[in-house]
């Protein structure tokens, strides 16, 4: 078996592992990326609409686009880059460092690095994990599965569409499939408020004239060898179905968007896992419970826009720089815990000193006029600012000057 050492590995070559190789490569470290795929870039090869990168690059991209920029930056470094390489296994030795299984067509290798980053994404969730009702017919696909289907591979997937969920992912493909010539019947989505994005609402459902059904989904799948219809209905404000509002919707295709799961399941058993998230607990180096082993970008929690992805990716490259170099400083670390409305928080752990510390966070509900609140446990607020509206299906971020971190501090949202 062949045997590869370096001072850092990057498990995924998508945005967030391709960032954050390039980070810890210009802070000085021996880097290797390697990607089970054949090509880089991750989700984004298959994201051939535009809207990324105008945070980060200042410009309107395609995901193939962005996905470049970063590949050609990467090469520009010459880091080795190990493509059809999937990772089996990463195992901490007694002395500190990692050893990494990996399975290539060239066979099977390990890899010995002094720290491991995780960025190896999310997965969709599927027609089992929301335990759809009916039969199982062709015809049930995921919404990546889709846009993979008809943007790489250039296969049409249906004709008379009908999507379950309004995850960001099937409101891009409902507009897709629109300009593909489906009849896109509808999106049922189970909650009373969309998952998605505002933003995609408007440009891939609203311009187009296609539905939001909200509080109503699909409750039973019909057909026995292709999806011949959906039974859909209305949905009560405790989540049971009402059933006297039952209709059936004949239809070919039922695509599913009803979330993203971190793929945190190669190192699942060996870290702290934030239930909320499925993504790794991490403190502000964006280091896990393992010293040693980062973790950045959709498999530490689900991201809105790829350009929150590098930013935080490039930190936690720059990390593990200075981790593997014995120049990374680890304080006394506080307590980021979630308050009102906040349902959950990235990271769980901080320091004061220097510089600012930017958490991420979901909320559980919609509120409009409000503000975003960091305190300390005695109240004392070392973060504040307004926020017109936040929603579930947002991110949100607030900004906290290190050296007023003292204590454990709560995030919140607050009326005034
Ligand atoms: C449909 C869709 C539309 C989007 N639209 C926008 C948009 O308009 N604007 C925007 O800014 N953002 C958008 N995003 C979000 C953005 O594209 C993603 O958040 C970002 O690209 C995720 O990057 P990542 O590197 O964390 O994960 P990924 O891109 O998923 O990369 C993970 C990589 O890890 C590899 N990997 C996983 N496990 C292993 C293993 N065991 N061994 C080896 N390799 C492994 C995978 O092969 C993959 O290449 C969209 C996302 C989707 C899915």
Redesign the pocket.
């Known amino acids: 078996m062949d045997k590869i050492k370096t001072e850092i590995l990057v498990?995924?070559?998508?945005?967030?592992?391709l960032s954050a190789g390039i980070s810890a490569t210009r802070n000085g470290a021996k880097v290797i990326i390697?990607?089970?795929?054949e090509k880089l870039g991750?989700?984004?090869k298959q994201?051939i609409?535009n809207?990324?990168g105008l945070k980060y690059y200042k410009k309107e991209m395609t995901?193939p686009e962005y996905a470049n920029n970063l590949i050609v930056e990467a090469k520009s470094l010459n880091i080795p880059i190990l493509m059809q390489?999937?990772?089996t296994k990463v195992t901490k030795m007694q002395n500190g460092s990692f050893k990494v299984k990996v399975v290539s067509p060239n066979g099977l290798k390990e890899i010995i690095a002094k720290a491991v980053i995780l960025?190896?994404?999310?997965r969709e969730r599927t027609a089992a994990s929301i335990s759809l009702g009916g039969t199982r017919p062709v015809g049930v696909i995921s919404?990546?599965s889709a846009?993979k289907m008809i943007n790489v591979y250039g296969q049409m997937i249906g004709k008379n569409v009908v999507i379950v969920g309004s995850g960001?992912?099937g409101l891009?493909m409902a507009r897709r499939l629109y300009f593909e010539g489906a009849n896109v019947i509808g999106v049922y989505e189970i909650n009373s408020i969309p998952s998605g994005l505002n933003r995609n609402i408007v440009q891939c459902l609203n311009d187009y004239n296609i539905p939001l059904h909200l509080s109503e989904t699909v409750v039973e799948v019909l057909g026995k060898d292709r999806v011949s219809g959906v039974v859909v209905a209305k949905v009560n404000p405790d989540f049971s179905f009402d059933l006297k509002t039952r209709r059936v919707i004949p239809c070919d295709t039922i695509l599913l968007s009803v979330g993203l799961v971190p793929?945190t399941d190669?190192v699942s058993n060996d870290i702290v896992i934030n239930k909320l998230t499925s993504g790794a607990v991490v403190d502000d180096n964006y280091q896990t419970s393992t010293s040693g082993l980062f973790s950045c970008?959709?498999?530490l929690h689900v991201?809105?826009?790829?350009?929150d992805?590098t930013m935080e990716s490039i930190d936690a490259g720059k990390c593990a720089a200075l981790f593997v170099k014995n120049k990374l400083t680890e304080g006394k670390k506080f307590k980021v815990l979630t308050g009102n409305l906040v349902r959950y928080s990235v990271p769980s752990y901080a320091e004061g000193g220097q510089g600012f510390l930017n958490v991420k966070f979901r909320v559980s509900g919609v509120k409009k006029d409000c503000f975003i609140t960091a305190r300390l446990a005695d109240g004392t607020v070392i973060a504040k600012r307004p926020a017109k509206i936040v929603l579930p299906a947002q991110m949100e971020q607030v900004v906290i000057d290190k050296s007023k971190i003292v204590g454990d501090l709560t995030i919140s949202v607050e009326d005034n």
């Open positions: 498990i995924g070559g998508g945005a967030s592992g390697v990607d089970r795929e991750g989700i984004l994201c609409h809207g990324f995901g390489t999937s990772v960025a190896m994404g999310c919404a990546g846009q960001d992912v891009i793929e190669l970008g959709n498999v991201h809105d826009i790829v350009d992805v």
